[in-house]
């Protein structure tokens, strides 16, 4: 315990012995964990928004005003059975004008002439869907039931855009968004590592007579490796610490951005949320990065 | 108790630096080394602190076999031998104090007991009063003292002093060798390495004549002779 904070101390104070140094593998640090912590977010973000459409997308039949309750529930039972389908939920004509009215203000104001006419939103199943692409071949089957009949029209023959092709497009940017932020991540994280490696070795070789001594009375290994360790850590926690102070004011601005421009609630609640965990994540990767590279940079220089 | 038997050392680039030397030092000697330069008494001195392995030969330090010694034990080992260098070795940055106080803190001595021992070894080489001195403000004899008591403050069996006095007046070295031989009285083994011949002379001790990498003399009260 006692060689322990020795170390530490010792760890500690040599990293603002050479602070220019210092000052280079702590910005390197900084930025490469802005630009992951950046890439994880878009990843996160373009990947919740994909779940979020694909939910959307799924099948909603309408049905005829005339149909009568044991229709539909025959024909909800029916299309329950149908493969690729996983819930049906039906949704009554008052549902659906309630739902207009919660749904915007502009809806709101809809609903009110709507009811004054005497509600002309149609009843509907909303069926959800366990693949998306299968969503043609089901519309065509659930159409070809005799229970079918009812069903006035469904939304994917209303799609006037190919839904498909849409999703497709949200896959495309969320593969492109998770290889550009991988490779990016892995370029900086190098750069980092070897800003690093450096400056450890270069700690190593001013210190090489302090090494020596240390030796020489009889330091252990982890004695003299130990505090450039230290060291090296040290840049991951300032680094860490600079990236997040960055990012309070950065995710504000961005917050605003998404809420206002995306609708994007969902991912902006699930980083406001777990902010402590982030940070931590941040500190905990910045103290990784920086204790590997020290770790490589010792076990090529200094031969104990 | 040091024990050398047949041991040689040859570098990768063929150079020989030992070849089969064999010496025996009794606890408690005062045994001084003299060579020319090359002869071999360096290659000795790192044999002794393990920090280069013989060729071949046999080792054996106090009761532990050099063969045997497993590489994280060498610290521990380097704590029971005290080394003094030409050279000094000082840490630039620490004081005197915090010089002497760093070889108990690298063993994981705690504190208190370091503010106990070291203001005691100071007083042994006289320096309490360059206590918090640093080494750029000390001379020379002053330096090689602080050297001594960072190596005795653990209290070693064995003192190597390599060429102590290389680097000191004659006032001084003589002051460095009274120490040396009042470390010895106190019952330390003392091994010095010098080119000093009024010392060697002087002292009266045994000498080890080391020559071309074999030990050529020795003698229980020797003569400086290259």
Do not use: C
């Amino acid at each position: 315990m006692i060689t322990f904070w020795r170390v530490f101390k010792s760890g500690f104070r040599n990293t603002f012995r050479h602070a220019w140094l210092s000052t280079a593998a702590t910005a390197i640090m900084a930025v490469t964990l802005l630009i992951m912590t950046f890439f994880a977010f878009s990843i996160y973000f373009v990947q919740s928004q994909l779940k979020e459409v694909q939910q959307k997308i799924d099948l909603t039949l309408f049905i005829s005003d005339d149909a009568k309750d044991e229709e539909i529930k025959a024909l909800q039972a029916k299309v329950l059975t149908t493969s690729g389908v996983t819930t049906v939920e039906f949704v009554s004509k008052l549902d659906a004008l309630k739902r207009l009215e919660n749904s915007s203000k502009e809806g709101s104001k809809l609903a009110k002439s709507a009811s004054e006419i005497g509600n002309p939103l149609p009843a509907s199943l909303e069926v959800k869907l366990a693949v998306i692409d299968d969503i043609g071949a089901i519309n065509k089957t659930i159409r070809g039931y005799p229970e079918g009949a009812i069903i006035t029209e469904t939304s994917y023959d209303s799609s006037d855009d190919n839904r498909k092709g849409v999703i497709e497009n949200i896959i495309r940017i969320s593969n492109a968004v998770t290889r550009v932020g991988g490779v990016l991540s892995a370029v900086f994280l190098i750069i980092a590592l070897l800003i690093i490696f450096n400056t450890v070795r270069m700690a190593i070789y001013t210190r090489r007579e302090e090494i020596e001594i240390m030796k020489l009375v009889g330091a252990t290994k982890w004695f003299v490796r130990g505090p450039f360790i230290i060291e090296g850590s040290m840049y991951g926690v300032f680094g860490a610490t600079i990236a997040v102070m960055a990012l309070v004011p950065l995710s504000r601005v961005i917050n605003q951005f998404l809420v206002e421009k995306l609708n994007a609630g969902a991912t902006v609640g699930y980083f406001s949320s777990n902010f402590m965990l982030i940070f931590l994540a941040i500190y905990g990767l910045g103290i990784i990065i920086g204790a590997l590279s020290s770790w490589l940079a010792i076990s090529r220089h200094l031969k104990l | 108790m040091i024990l050398l038997d047949r041991v040689t050392v040859i570098y990768p680039n063929k150079t020989v630096a030992l070849s089969g030397a064999s010496l025996h030092i009794q606890p408690k000697e005062f045994v001084t080394i003299v060579g020319a330069s090359g002869a071999g008494k360096s290659t000795l001195i790192r044999l002794l602190i393990k920090e280069e392995d013989p060729t071949s030969g046999k080792i054996i330090v106090g009761s532990i076999d050099y063969d045997t010694i497993d590489k994280a034990n060498i610290p521990h080992l380097r704590r029971k031998i005290g080394v003094v260098f030409q050279d000094f070795k000082l840490l630039p940055n620490l004081t005197v104090y915090e010089n002497v106080a760093f070889a108990l803190e690298v063993s994981g001595v705690k504190s208190s007991d370091i503010k106990r021992a070291v203001p005691k070894i100071l007083q042994l080489v006289g320096l309490s009063e360059k206590a918090h001195h640093y080494p750029t403000e000390i001379s020379g004899g002053e330096k090689q003292r602080t050297a001594i008591a960072r190596a005795l403050v653990r209290n070693p069996k064995i003192l190597i002093a390599d060429e102590p006095t290389g680097n000191l007046d004659p006032k001084n070295s003589w002051d460095i060798i009274e120490l040396l031989l009042k470390i010895n009285r106190f019952g330390t083994t003392v091994v010095l390495t010098t080119h000093n011949k009024d010392i060697v002379n002087a002292l009266k001790k045994r000498v080890i004549t080391i020559s071309r990498g074999r030990v050529v003399k020795d003698e229980k009260v020797g003569k400086y002779s290259i």
